[in-house]
């Protein structure tokens, strides 16, 4: 009776990562060549990326259920995990967000949000895909740092296209409607924080 494969933990984990790294790209094309009629028909790519996670997600936790021995506590990786799912979820909610506010055009500097969004989570993948050998890893504090940095500049530019939208625009339903898309951006780029800090914690826990 053939033994059933050992489940692999970290590479379940790498797969949300490089999840949220084919959705992120995604969401750039949709942005950098925006067209609402376009919206709709591109946004389900990002969908179906986000099924496919919440899929393994699932395979992942009903693994967790079953398994007598875990590479690392049981607690921690449904914790990582739920931290990589908070990203792909938060790129797939702005497409919902484009829709249902009726944005019809990007406003300038759009495409900054998306820089960031795309170096922090490239960042926290790097960072995921070096966990399973961090004793080793040369890279992985780098990463972890950068995720953090990129956050903090996200921070910025959140701020001050805030400044410019109230500053400058009259029509409180514009307003209404970029707020949100900029909470949005700003909610991406806090959930690759959490995901970078949650692995610097669970390095410190497991050295």
Request: net charge negative; charged share 30%.
């Amino acid at each position: 009776m053939m033994r059933k494969k050992k489940f692999d933990y970290f590479n379940a984990m790498e797969n949300l990562a490089d999840g949220s790294l084919n959705a992120s790209a995604v969401l750039t094309d949709i942005i950098t060549d925006y067209h609402p009629d376009k919206l709709l028909e591109q946004s389900e790519q990002i969908h179906k990326i986000e099924a496919d996670c919440d899929t393994n997600v699932k395979e992942i936790m009903n693994e967790l259920y079953v398994a007598f021995i875990t590479p690392i506590d049981r607690e921690d990786i449904v914790q990582l995990v739920g931290k990589l799912d908070n990203i792909i979820d938060g790129i797939n909610d702005l497409t919902y967000e484009f829709h249902y506010l009726d944005i019809q055009e990007m406003r300038d500097g759009t495409d900054e949000f998306m820089k960031l969004i795309n170096a922090a989570i490239k960042a926290v993948q790097q960072a995921v895909n070096d966990f399973s050998h961090f004793k080793n890893s040369k890279t992985l504090k780098q990463n972890i740092d950068d995720a953090n940095r990129i956050e903090s500049l996200g921070d910025d530019l959140y701020t001050d296209h805030l400044a410019v939208l109230f500053r400058e625009d009259t029509d409180p339903i514009t307003i209404i409607r970029w707020q949100k898309i900029y909470a949005g951006f700003e909610k991406v780029l806090d959930a690759c924080e959490d995901c970078a800090d949650v692995i610097t914690g669970l390095v410190i826990k497991n050295s």
